[in-house]
């Protein structure tokens, strides 16, 4: 099959002049990689077009039997699930609050570590991520930090060169956990939040040597009385009714930019509305541009070109804010330059990318809101009872988790496949109980106008898969079940293999062609990061971060029985070659958390009730149900619930702010008290059906 990479870089193999002049051709970025025959990692996603594919084969399915640690690094954060970048022999990755650390890839010496400056005792921290990548350009890498701040840190020393206030303030509602992408000497990043604050979404570009604003995108349109901004917002404007503004709109773009280096654009890939029901947002209907979008823009000048629509009048928190890949395909026989998208609402998206017109759009897996895309009108054929409003809970497919969501696919150009990782679970949606007229949203607290979800919406049953897609033939090539709930990203390789880092503590490879898995290997920690690959010295190494935090702690209870837990599981930095030396200590875990009750507590049934209608402020760190993955302590198995004051110190006075538990001076001491009073409700629940497990055994 003819089939291009999008022309960027990734024909370059490691050593090979014919690759090598296959870059000088095309002539574009990556410069750094003429100087050796090594090939770096230098952009999140491997190169611009982010396939997450490297062109190495030394370790391949004759070889990787001898694939093993070369260098382990325990990290001294507490959270980490980034995907590394390597330059020229140094990897650099983040974890915890945005805290960047430069490695030796031969000798394992730290070389830096940058700290950002963040005010944790007033800073509004919603997920138990920091970013999860970063960008380098010319000496320079960048990070974004939750409270809005852009870095640009000397890759050298590590010391700050500049850093910008991308948001208004630290706490106006967005915070950043996507990488940044560089592009044309300039940096991009955008934000998220959405879910919590009624935010308006935009994307802002600066000038990477010196932080200048350069331009700014919003993603959704503004009040029609302050004047429009350009004139893609006076025509989103026109799919909005009501005051929308005053709900912020959402649209935000959290994870997805993809820097398109042949046709010079941006495709930004958009969130969800704010609030996620319509009727409070756009009560007398309309698509609500550019929700759920791909959006292209011209790189130099910020200025809109094209947009797809994924979800017109979005409500179920679905986002095309999943990775955006590059590449050319043969389709109908002629090279079709496309955009690869798999978003959370199930479809696998092929679009051309020169005109934005939809070429295929296929169900990747159990997807019930939806009969089909229409092809010729691009928009989907919705089923009928999946909109929630006005009839009360409906059940779909899938669930906000989304079938897939930001842990990266990757795509192998030689087998024209895209790997991709898979969760299947449905969520039951409602909104009973709330009047759009009247909504307000609650300071601190999850805002979307919905009922049901938080409550007993999610399912516990998700199952994980990955999948091998063909894009051109449209079909399945293999699947192969992954363990439940949530996966790291996938790496491709040319030597016939695709790695990923699995929630039960292991890296695994699969053969891309037959999806045989072909070997295996215990990390001692929870697999969350995305592999990259690189060569030094004609050296092949794949390296990736490893940590109790998840994905995505929204991602079930599930995932708490591989026993990861906050305070014993380090986050480490792995890196594996063939005939590595280095060893990986055993796992310090003594099994799944065991919750503590206070039988001396008195619960009032009210107040446990209302702790759970408050409890997703807490569920990004502390797990869905109180039951945590690992990513902050159980609170069912910490005894500070048990003592009022000690609580209240913790969540209004932020005793623990400084280690990463945000104060919420927001919450009254009513609303602090039946938080504790949940907990303990959850404890009991948990201790009792365990003592009846064990007792059956
Ligand atoms: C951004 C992530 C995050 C959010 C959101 C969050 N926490 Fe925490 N929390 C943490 C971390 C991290 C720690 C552990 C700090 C440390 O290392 O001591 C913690 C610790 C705690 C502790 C002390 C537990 C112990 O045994 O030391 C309590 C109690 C607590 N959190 C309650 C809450 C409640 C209630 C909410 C919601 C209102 C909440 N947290 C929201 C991250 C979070």
């Known amino acids: 099959m003819a089939m291009q990479q999008g022309g960027i870089l990734t024909y370059a193999r490691g050593g090979s002049w014919i690759g090598i002049a296959v870059s000088l051709l095309l002539g574009l970025a990556g410069c750094n990689r003429l100087g050796s025959a090594d090939e770096d990692w230098p952009v999140y996603g491997g190169a611009a077009a982010e396939n997450h594919h490297s062109p190495l084969d030394q370790i391949n399915a004759q070889t990787i039997a001898r694939l093993k640690p070369a260098m382990v690094v325990d990290l001294d954060v507490?959270?980490?699930?980034?995907?590394?970048?390597?330059?020229?022999?140094?990897?650099?990755?983040?974890?915890?609050?945005?805290?960047?650390?430069?490695?030796?890839?031969?000798?394992?010496?730290?070389?830096?570590r940058f700290e950002p400056k963040l005010d944790t005792s007033t800073l509004k921290l919603r997920f138990a991520w920091g970013a999860r990548g970063l960008a380098y350009d010319k000496g320079r890498i960048f990070v974004g930090a939750q409270d809005g701040q852009l870095f640009a840190i000397d890759a050298g020393t590590g010391k700050l060169d500049w850093s910008v206030q991308t948001t208004q303030g630290a706490n106006d509602g967005r915070y950043i956990t996507g990488a940044p992408r560089v592009f044309g000497g300039k940096v991009i990043i955008g934000h998220g939040g959405a879910d919590f604050s009624g935010v308006r979404g935009y994307v802002t570009a600066y000038d990477a040597a010196s932080g200048k604003q350069l331009w700014r995108f919003f993603n959704v349109p503004g009040n029609p009385a302050d004047g429009f901004e350009d004139e893609a917002q006076a025509m989103a404007a026109k799919t909005w009714t009501g005051e929308w503004w005053k709900h912020g709109g959402g649209g935000t773009v959290w994870n997805a930019i993809t820097y398109d280096a042949e046709l010079d654009r941006i495709y930004l890939g958009t969130g969800n509305g704010s609030p996620w029901n319509p009727k409070i947002r756009s009560p007398q209907g309309g698509d609500n541009l550019f929700l759920v979008s791909i959006v292209a823009l011209d790189a130099k000048t910020g200025k809109y070109v094209w947009h797809y629509q994924q979800n017109p009048a979005e409500?179920?928190?679905?986002?095309?804010?999943?990775?955006?890949?590059?590449?050319?395909?043969?389709?109908?026989?002629?090279?079709?330059?496309?955009?690869?998208?798999?978003?959370?609402?199930?479809?696998?998206?092929?679009?051309?990318?020169?005109?934005?017109?939809?070429?295929?759009?296929?169900?990747?897996?159990?997807?019930t809101w939806a009969s089909k895309i229409d092809l010729q009108t691009g928009r989907p054929v919705e089923n009928p009872g999946m909109r929630y409003l006005d009839f009360g809970p409906s059940e779909v497919w899938p669930g906000n988790l989304g079938l897939h969501n930001w842990p990266p696919m990757s795509f192998n150009p030689g087998t024209g496949l895209v790997y991709i990782p898979v969760v299947e679970s449905g969520m039951n949606l409602g909104d009973k109980g709330v009047d759009p007229a009247r909504w307000q949203p609650v300071p601190g607290a999850v805002n979307n106008g919905i009922s049901e979800l938080f409550a007993n919406g999610m399912r516990a049953t998700a199952t994980a898969s990955l999948l091998a897609w063909d894009p051109v033939a449209k079909r399945k090539v293999w699947q192969v079940e992954t363990p439940p709930p949530w996966n790291g990203g996938t790496l491709s390789t040319a030597g016939g293999l695709v790695f990923q880092g699995q929630v039960d503590g292991h890296l695994v490879?699969?053969?891309?062609?037959?999806?045989?898995?072909?070997?295996?290997?215990?990390?001692?920690?929870?697999?969350?990061?995305?592999?990259?690959?690189?060569?030094?010295?004609?050296?092949?190494?794949?390296?990736?971060?490893?940590?109790?935090?998840?994905?995505?702690?929204?991602?079930?209870?599930?995932?708490?029985?591989?026993?990861?837990?906050?305070?014993?599981?380090?986050?480490?930095?792995?890196?594996?070659?063939?005939?590595?030396?280095?060893?990986?200590?055993?796992?310090?875990?003594?099994?799944?958390?065991?919750?503590?009750?206070?039988?001396?507590?008195?619960?009032?049934?009210?107040?446990?009730?209302?702790?759970?209608?408050?409890?997703?402020?807490?569920?990004?760190?502390?797990?869905?149900?109180?039951?945590?993955?690992g990513s902050a302590p159980d609170l069912r198995a910490s005894p500070m619930h048990h003592s009022q004051p000690a609580f209240v110190e913790v969540l209004r006075n932020g005793a623990l702010a400084a280690r990463g538990m945000p104060v919420f001076r927001e919450l009254s001491e009513d609303q602090i008290e039946a938080l504790r009073q949940f907990i303990e409700a959850r404890a009991r629940e948990d201790a009792a059906s365990a003592a009846r497990t064990a007792a059956r055994h």
């Open 78 to 112: 507490a959270r980490a699930n980034s995907e590394p970048l390597e330059v020229d022999g140094v990897l650099y990755f983040t974890g915890g609050l945005s805290i960047v650390q430069a490695f030796d890839v031969e000798t394992g010496k730290r070389l830096w």
């Open 315 to 367: 409500a179920w928190d679905y986002n095309a804010a999943m990775d955006i890949e590059l590449a050319t395909l043969s389709i109908d026989g002629k090279p079709r330059k496309v955009l690869m998208q798999a978003p959370k609402n199930g479809f696998f998206y092929v679009i051309d990318r020169e005109t934005g017109k939809l070429i295929s759009a296929d169900k990747l897996g159990k997807v």
């Open 509 to 629: 490879a699969y053969d891309a062609r037959s999806g045989k898995r072909v070997w295996r290997y215990p990390l001692g920690s929870a697999g969350s990061g995305t592999p990259i690959s690189f060569s030094r010295k004609g050296r092949q190494y794949i390296s990736l971060v490893v940590g109790p935090a998840l994905g995505s702690q929204f991602a079930l209870e599930g995932a708490s029985g591989y026993g990861w837990n906050y305070r014993t599981q380090p986050a480490r930095l792995v890196t594996f070659a063939l005939d590595g030396k280095a060893v990986i200590p055993a796992p310090a875990y003594a099994g799944p958390e065991r919750p503590l009750p206070d039988p001396a507590m008195k619960l009032d049934p009210a107040k446990v009730e209302l702790g759970g209608a408050l409890w997703p402020a807490c569920m990004g760190c502390h797990g869905i149900k109180a039951v945590s993955p």
